[in-house]
Each structure stands twice: as structure tokens, then as C-alpha cells.
């Protein structure tokens, strides 16, 4: 945290970065769809069984963390630590977080577990996604005092292991088979609902998150 403060520009980009889902999870949506339709090479076996499970496995790493989150005792971020004494980056604004746990990170285990899957149907694709997930996802979040170390490395371990889980040949045919089977049966409905998916994935559900919540308030209203 030593260097915040110090470049205006440095610390603000790095903001940008973390702040714009089109940074984060866009940039992993547009990897993945480009592992979906890549040109195959000659003898090369269709691979999208893997990227089929890696999306079902994200969806469960979301659920995975935000339940260890909640019984899990709470933990201060960064930026909210007594006597860390935290040095805000310029541009920084996270009092939306004040009120949730910081471990284990939400978007370290939803990347790393895509970035697995993608790995195993793409080896190059696959290790861009680790690097990003690292470099452009999770050490911004590491800067501007969202998330300490443990969180992160729980939270990529966390991924990783339902990425791998979801990559074995007993979990992937049966989560994959079906759907691809759906697939090529309905694919106008289907790419609409995967499209659906992937854009809320890129956002991490809030959307989704945010329907809920006007869903149960506007419920508890009512009654």
C-alpha cells in the first residue's frame, strides 16, 4: 500500500480497472466464447464439454463463497481495518463494501474456477486467463484494500479445485452431455439463454442480485 497516492494516473487507472465489469469478467466472457467457437485443427476433438462444466462450476464457486462468507465469522477489509492504518489510492470509493465480509474473494474463485475449465479446452487460452485473473482482476483488488492476501489465495484455491473437479471426465459428461445435446437441438434458445448466463457471470450476478433483493423487499412490503 506504500505506493497509493503517489501517481494520480497509476491510481485512478487502477480503479478503472477494478471497477468496469467490461475489464473483468468481459474480457474472461470473450475468452471463453472464443475457446467456444475457434476454428478446430485437423484431428482435434471438439472441446466444449469442458467449457460447458466450467460454466456450471462458476455458477457453483459463486454460491461456494458467498455461503462461506455468510457462515463464516466477518472480516474486515482492508480499507476498513482499525489501526492498519490504509493509504486510499486516489479515485477510490468502496463504501458499498463496508457491510460484506472480504473472505473468501467472489471473483477469484468464479474466475480461477473459469479460467480451469478454459484451460483444460485451451492450454493458451487457459494460462491467459490465469494471468489475467492474477494480474488484472485480483492484484487491483489487493491494492485499493478490498481483499487481503489469504482471501485472494483462498479463493484461488477454491476455483482451481471446482475447476478441476468439473474438468473430470465422470462430473463433465454428465453436466455437459445433456446440455450440448439441448444445444444442438435448440440453438436459438439456447445461445440466448447462454448469452443471458455469461452476461451475468461477466457482472458476477448482480443483476441478478439486485432483482432478488427488489423481489423480497417489494414481497415484505406487500405482506
Not at 462444466?53 to 462461506?68: D, F, H, P, T
Not at 489510492?89 to 473468501?104: E, R, V
Not at 479463493?155 to 445435446?181: C, F, N
Request: glycine share 8%.
Amino acid at each position: 500500500n506504500r505506493f497509493a497516492q503517489r501517481s494520480h494516473v497509476f491510481d485512478t487507472s487502477v480503479v478503472f480497472l477494478q471497477g468496469h465489469d467490461l475489464m473483468k469478467g468481459g474480457v474472461f466472457m470473450a475468452l471463453l466464447w472464443w475457446v467456444w467457437f475457434r476454428k478446430l485443427k485437423p484431428g482435434e476433438a471438439d472441446k466444449r464439454e469442458y467449457l460447458v462444466s466450467a460454466l456450471l462450476m462458476g455458477i457453483v464457486a459463486v454460491g461456494v463463497a458467498r455461503g462461506l462468507a455468510y457462515v463464516l465469522p466477518f472480516r474486515e477489509r482492508p480499507f476498513t481495518a482499525a489501526g492498519f492504518h490504509f493509504i486510499e489510492p486516489f479515485g477510490t470509493d468502496n463504501s458499498q463494501l463496508d457491510t460484506w465480509s472480504s473472505f473468501p474473494s467472489d471473483h477469484a474463485v468464479l474466475f480461477f474456477a473459469l479460467a480451469t475449465g478454459i484451460f483444460f479446452a485451451s492450454r493458451p487460452a487457459g494460462i491467459f486467463g490465469f494471468l489475467y485473473a492474477t494480474f488484472g482482476i485480483c492484484l487491483p483488488r489487493l491494492y485499493l484494500g478490498i481483499h487481503w492476501p489469504t482471501d485472494i489465495i483462498a479463493g484461488t484455491a477454491i476455483g482451481v479445485a471446482l475447476g478441476w473437479l468439473g474438468a473430470r471426465e465422470e462430473v463433465r459428461r454428465l453436466i455437459s452431455r445433456p446440455a450440448l445435446a439441448w444445444i444442438d437441438r435448440e440453438p436459438a434458445w439456447c445461445y440466448a439463454g447462454l448469452f443471458l448466463l455469461t452476461y451475468q457471470m461477466a457482472t458476477l450476478f448482480n443483476d441478478s442480485r439486485d432483482a432478488v433483493h427488489f423481489v423480497l423487499h417489494t414481497l415484505k412490503s406487500i405482506l
